[in-house]
C-alpha cells in the first residue's frame, strides 16, 4: 500500500502540473491545448527536464534556467497539494474499490482548480463545478441510494448560501460560492455537509480576524475569497467526515 500510495503521489505531482495550466488558463478564457512550454518571465522555451514536477523546481532552486529569475512558489504548491491529496486516499482507505478511488482523484483535482482560481483570481470557473456534476455520476450508479440524502443537502446548502449572498448583497459571498454550495451538498449528502460547511465557516473566520488583526485587510471593503475555505472543509468531509461528525456532535455540540 505504500508502494501504491508512493506511485499516486507521483501521478498526482504530475497531474498537478497540468492543473497549472489549467489554473493559469481558465480565469483568462484561453485554450489550454499546447500546455506550460515557455517561462512566463523570460518568454524561453523549456525544456522537458526544466517541466518535471517539483524535481526541477528544487534543483532550480525556483528559478528559471535561462533568466534566473525566480518563478514564484505557485506551480510547485500546486503540484504538491495535488501529490499529498492524491497519495493519502489509499493510506486512509486501504479497500477502496478503484471506480471510487479514480472517482475521488478526478473530484480532488477538480478541487485543487477551484481552490487555487478562488485564492488567486477570485473566480470560480463554472467548468470546474459541471465536471464536478459529473463526478457524481458514479457515486449514484454505485449508491444508489445516496441520491435523496445527496440532493436534499445540495439545495439546503444552496438554499443557505443563497439567502448570505443576498443578504449581505453579494458582499460576503459570491455566486460563485452559492453554486458551490449546491456541488459539495450533491457530493457530500448529511451529514457530512454539515462538518464541512462548519469546518468552511470556522477556518473562514479565523483566517479573516488573523487578518484584519495583522491589518493586512479592512473591516469594510476587501473581500476574503470564501471558495478556499468550502473545499478545506469538503476535502476534510470526505476523508473524515463520519470521525469528525462524531466528534462535533458529541464533544462540540453535547447532542
Ligand atoms: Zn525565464
Do not use: Q
Amino acid at each position: 500500500m505504500i508502494v501504491f500510495s508512493i506511485a499516486l503521489f507521483i501521478i498526482g505531482i504530475f497531474v498537478g502540473s497540468f492543473l497549472n495550466v489549467v489554473i493559469d488558463r481558465l480565469p483568462r478564457k484561453e485554450g489550454f491545448v499546447t500546455g506550460r512550454s515557455h517561462c512566463d518571465l523570460c518568454g524561453h522555451t523549456l525544456a522537458w527536464y526544466d517541466l518535471v514536477p517539483l524535481l526541477s523546481y528544487a534543483l532550480l532552486l525556483g528559478k528559471c534556467r535561462y533568466c534566473k529569475k525566480f518563478i514564484g512558489y505557485e506551480y510547485p504548491l500546486v503540484e504538491l497539494t495535488t501529490g499529498i491529496l492524491f497519495c493519502i486516499i489509499p493510506l486512509l482507505y486501504p479497500a477502496i474499490p478503484m471506480l471510487s478511488l479514480l472517482d475521488t482523484l478526478f473530484i480532488f483535482s477538480i478541487f485543487v482548480v477551484i481552490f487555487y482560481t478562488d485564492l488567486w483570481y477570485g473566480i470560480i470557473p463554472d467548468i470546474t463545478l459541471l465536471l464536478g456534476i459529473v463526478a457524481l455520476i458514479p457515486i449514484f450508479v454505485m449508491h444508489p441510494t445516496l441520491l435523496l440524502s445527496s440532493v436534499l443537502s445540495g439545495v439546503v446548502a444552496c438554499l443557505f448560501f443563497l439567502a448570505l449572498f443576498l443578504g449581505t448583497r453579494g458582499r460576503g459571498m459570491g455566486f460563485g460560492d452559492v453554486k458551490l454550495a449546491l456541488l459539495l451538498g450533491l457530493l457530500l449528502g448529511y451529514p457530512r455537509i454539515i462538518v464541512s460547511l462548519y469546518i468552511a465557516f470556522l477556518t473562514g473566520a479565523g483566517i479573516a480576524l488573523i487578518l484584519i488583526l495583522w491589518r493586512k485587510k479592512k473591516l469594510r471593503g476587501d473581500t476574503i475569497p470564501f471558495g478556499p475555505f468550502l473545499i478545506l472543509g469538503a476535502v476534510l468531509g470526505l476523508l473524515f467526515g463520519n470521525f469528525l461528525w462524531e466528534l462535533l456532535t458529541v464533544y462540540v455540540l453535547h447532542l
